[in-house]
């Protein structure tokens, strides 16, 4: 079948889709959890001690007693069984950034040759997947093969349903033989705990006498695209490389900005309906669902939770939007740039931090120069990010975000912290000497007499600071839509607690000294300001500006993943993760491999399929209009009939740059080399990209001139408006 006509097949079935569903007779609240093996659920079916000493592990972080996961075992079998499971699954998050799982039956044979289900407490708590053929950054040699698996009690085990049977799925670390995490979870509840326990400190120096656990929060907007799968399977570079190559800029964009929050198409709202369903039966608080500023592009995002069970929820989600997108003849893009000129995805991370006796800890309420406990809080995230940006920047590193961050729908790759008018007022305050007063929210009054005036907030919004703060929380822009919630989540974690650390040393040595709370809190926070303020930017950072402002404030600019991801193994953050047990310098040094190994690895497998599509798709397409070009050309000379052939000279120009783009980036994947993954990231940066951006202008000029009839790829125009 020839490219053309694999177009027009894939635009016929689009146009013809016609979605066919009876709708759900069950109400959507009432399917919430529906799947989950909740606290509710073991309320219900554990003895009574083995329940309480369950919930204190979730909700105080007190270790489990291993003597009680029989009983806990035991439950979760009759529960998975009695919800048609016929396995289990103990699912892990290795280093790929995806999810991992390993299916073993619940039946075993007996001595009879009856078959019984069996699951005992030592198969909840350890599994024992292959270690080696995960990425580890050399933490396990090919050799060395052993890992394991452990049960994470605070996640609670759900059903993974399918027409054929149901599998019970028990969220699990992955760590090696030798200790060493392998895996996104468990430097995420080690953070956790060093955050919490710092936090704790400096709670009880505000003279809290029921100070509680405290837990980081997340809520993750998580953007996406949807493409008819006709358009996707007639891409090769959407099937292998999840982007597109190639693909001139359609005539019409984004420019108009109205898709933003549009109305939503009936086939793409039927998909979004059943998504919300199938995330509430396992227990993720889908909220809210809208169009997003590209066309074909659209936004979910959940409620807050703990950010752990956050970090597995979005893993699942993210599953569970292409397994829905596929039902609707749909494919679901979360590469963060699936189409160059357009908006690319991110996943702002929305985190707080609290508990249930101090509430969210960064809610500054209707007078925020009088909450010290907040402007503590918060003056320890200022000093956070402005010396650990290197650090969230590298966080969020990879080749796909890289095509992201900087562009005018992403925020630049600086680090900066934008508080808002009242925020910035109260810290100037501070910085002066002590805060004595905070902007009001104001009241816009709207001129129709049938409309009740609008309370505005003391502050606005600031889509283009990478680390905003949102009203009662901080929203992290940069991280990418592809990429776990985890590694954003384990740094903002981690550079919290050593702020942390810091102001109740600074306090508590005041206090010694006989200065009152205060007082030594005003102290401190203005040494935060003073030293730290630096990296608070309110104004626009997609401006140039910016840039050479930053510069001059010492703000590292970190444009590539090449450039950033080194942060990890810098002095101070390996200092920082090995004083708080988050991970060591051979577990840093070994995520920092994998990056780079993965960055590598994808523009290489971006780069061959470039240079295929161009040499087995694009190119015959352009010779054989060359072909009919001189064709009738000599046609008309044979004729006496003399023309002008600008439109055969420009093709016959491209082809032959296409060819000469073509040979340079054959070579520069010939020469794919590096003495380190380092030294390799750094050679696909300045030679393959540089080598498929000059294939692809050539190929988007002859996009823009071949027949349409023989041109071999669905268009930007087809796959962005042909829902």
Known sequence: MSGSMSRRQAIEAVTTYRVETDGFPEPLADTFGRNVFSLSVMKKRLPKHVFKAVAATID???????????????????????????????????????????????????????????????????????ASSFPNGGLRGTFEARGYTGWDVTSPAYIMENPNGNTLCIPTVFISWTGEALDKKTPLLRSQQAMSKQAMRLLKLFDHADVDTVVSYAGAEQEYFLIDEHFFYARPDLMTSSRTLFGAKPSKGQEFDDHYFGAIPDRVLAFMIELDRELFKQGIPSKTRHNEVAPGQFELAPV?????????????????????????????????????????????????????????????????????????F???????????????????????????????????????????????????????????????????????????????????????????????????????????????????????ADSLEFISTAVDKQLADGVELADAVQQVLMGIINEHGAVIFNGNGYSDEWQEEAAARGLKNLRTTVDAVTELTSPEVVEIFERYGVLSAREL??????????????????????????????????????GELASTAASLKAADIIVETPVLLEITGLITEMHAAIGKLDAGIAGLHGESEYEESKYALDVLVPAMTAVREVADKLEAIVADDLWPLPTYNEMLTIL
């Not at 972080?61 to 529960?79: F, I, N, R």
């Not at 690319?344 to 508990?355: A, D, I, P, R, T």
């Not at 780069?607 to 060359?626: G, H, N, V, W």
Request: glycine letters at 8%.
């Open 60 to 130: 105080t972080g007190a270790q489990m007693d291993v003597a009680l996961a029989d009983y806990v075992a035991v439950a979760m079998k009759d529960w998975a069984l009695e919800m048609g499971a016929t396995h289990y699954a103990h699912v892990f998050y290795p280093l790929t950034g995806l999810t991992a799982e390993k299916h073993d039956s619940f039946l075993e044979p007996d001595s009879s040759g009856a078959s019984l289900a069996e699951f005992a407490g030592k198969t909840l708590l350890q599994g024992e997947p292959d």
């Open 304 to 376: 807050f939770e703990r950010s752990v069970l956050a970090h597995d929820h979005q893993q699942l989600m993210m599953t569970t939007m292409k397994k829905v997108a596929e039902k609707y003849g749909m494919k679901c893009l979360l590469h963060e740039k699936p189409f160059a000129g357009v908006n690319g995805s991110g996943k702002h991370v929305n985190f707080s931090l609290g508990n249930g006796n101090q509430g969210n800890l960064l809610n500054p309420g209707d007078t925020p120069h009088e909450n010290m406990q907040f402007l503590t």
């Open 378 to 496: 918060c003056g320890a995230i200022i000093r956070a990010v402005h010396l650990y940006g290197g650090l969230l920047r590298a966080a969020v590193a990879s080749a796909s975000n890289d095509h992201r961050l900087g562009a005018n729908e992403a925020p630049p790759a600086i680090i900066s912290i934008f508080l808002g008018d009242q925020l910035m007022d109260v810290f100037d305050q501070i910085a002066k000497g002590g805060a004595t007063g905070s902007k009001a929210a104001g009241v816009i009054e709207l001129g129709v007499d049938t409309l009740p005036p609008l309370k505005a907030d003391p502050g606005d919004r600031n889509r283009t600071s990478p680390f905003a703060f949102t009203g009662n929380r901080f929203e992290y822009r940069a991280p990418g839509s592809n990429q776990s919630i985890s590694d954003p989540m384990v740094a903002i974690n981690t550079i919290l």
């Open 589 to 626: 040094k070994a995520r920092e491999d994998v990056i780079f190994e993965y960055y590598s690895l994808t523009l290489l497998v971006e780069a061959k399929e470039t240079a295929e599509i161009a040499k087995t798709m694009i190119l015959p397409a352009a010779i054989r209009y060359q």
